[in-house]
């Protein structure tokens, strides 16, 4: 039995900051976001925060080199 692996994107305000990231690394890293906006000071709120889960067996290619 094969478990498909995917590959987390994170954006906030349309802005890529992380990019490729394990499953573990994107749940550790988006809890982290979330907090940190919640609780400091930013220039984002919660609502700007968003990800991408894409197929991580597939090869990701970017048009926009932001990432």
Known sequence: MTTKEYKYHIY???ECLYHNLSEKQ???TWETLK???G?????Y???DLSFEKVN???PWQFEDHSC
């Not at 609780?39 to 220039?43: F, I, N």
């Open 12 to 14: 906030a305000k349309g």
């Open 39 to 43: 609780l400091m000071k930013t220039d």
């Open 26 to 28: 994107f749940n550790k």
């Open 56 to 58: 991580g067996d597939i």
């Open 45 to 47: 709120e919660l609502g």
């Open 35 to 37: 907090g940190m906006v």
